[in-house]
């Protein structure tokens, strides 16, 4: 029980955050509840596939990417 009232407080503080940034309450909600945020919070590596920091060879190519946080829907 103790464990479930520590969830909803952090849970709480996050959405409090999330209007600050400016948006609803609803919204944040909506976020902090989406599955695809949920998915990546219990897959053991979230981070897997999205950055490639391994010391290899490129064959003398090097690869930059920049991901625009405003326009991207992902």
Request: net charge negative.
């Amino acid at each position: 029980m103790y464990r479930l009232l520590k969830v909803l407080r952090e849970e709480a503080g996050h959405i409090l955050s999330l209007t600050k940034l400016g948006l609803t309450p609803r919204q944040a909600f909506d976020l902090i509840s989406d599955s695809l945020v949920g998915q990546a919070q219990t897959e053991d590596d979230p981070g897997e596939g999205t950055v490639d920091a391994s010391d290899q060879l490129e064959e003398g190519e090097a690869i930059t990417w920049w991901n625009n946080i405003e326009k991207d829907s992902r």
